[in-house]
Every structure is written in structure tokens, then in C-alpha cells.
């Protein structure tokens, strides 16, 4: 049976220093890292936020409280789309 791959063992995570340096060459309009504190997925997503600033690489976050649900994604597109279409 495979294992299963979240969070630090996804595939997104391999070679993210290469995958990062060719992001930012031309920087996206809009990087946002979303994510609730109570997200399984939050301790990387903080990590990943600090590798951020730590290469001078444009983001914004929004952290809120909760899980990684319904609640929060609807906020997270809300928010999202508001910020999008500001630019």
C-alpha cells in the first residue's frame, strides 16, 4: 500500500528552491500564502512564508484561526478575490 504524501513530503516540496527562483524572476501580481493556524498544513506554510521573506520574495499572508475547511476557503477566496481585482 503507498504511503501517503502531505504536507512536507508532497511533490510540491521537491526542488522548491529551483521552483521559487523561477517563479520570482518575473514575479506574479499577487502571492498569497491562506491558511488556518489549526491547518494540519500550517507549521510548513509558516516555514515556507520565512523562506519567503528570508529571499526578498513579494507575498502577503492571511493566518486565521480554524482548520482547513469550508469556513476558512470561502474567507481565504473572498478575501482573495477582493485583493486580485484592487491591483
Not at 499577487?30 to 523562506?51: H, N, T
Not at 528570508?54 to 469550508?70: I, L
Not at 470561502?74 to 491591483?87: I, V
Request: with cysteine; glycine share 6%.
Amino acid at each position: 500500500r503507498p504511503t501517503p504524501r502531505f504536507g512536507g513530503y508532497s511533490s510540491f516540496f521537491r526542488q522548491l528552491k529551483r521552483k521559487q527562483k523561477l517563479q520570482f524572476e518575473d514575479p506574479p501580481h499577487l502571492y498569497w500564502v491562506m491558511i488556518g493556524e489549526k491547518d494540519y498544513f500550517f507549521p510548513r506554510a509558516s516555514q515556507f512564508c520565512i523562506y519567503l521573506s528570508r529571499n526578498s520574495y513579494p507575498y502577503e499572508h492571511f493566518f486565521t484561526t480554524g482548520g482547513h475547511d469550508w469556513s476558512n476557503w470561502t474567507a481565504y477566496c473572498d478575501k482573495f478575490m477582493e485583493r486580485l481585482w484592487k491591483q
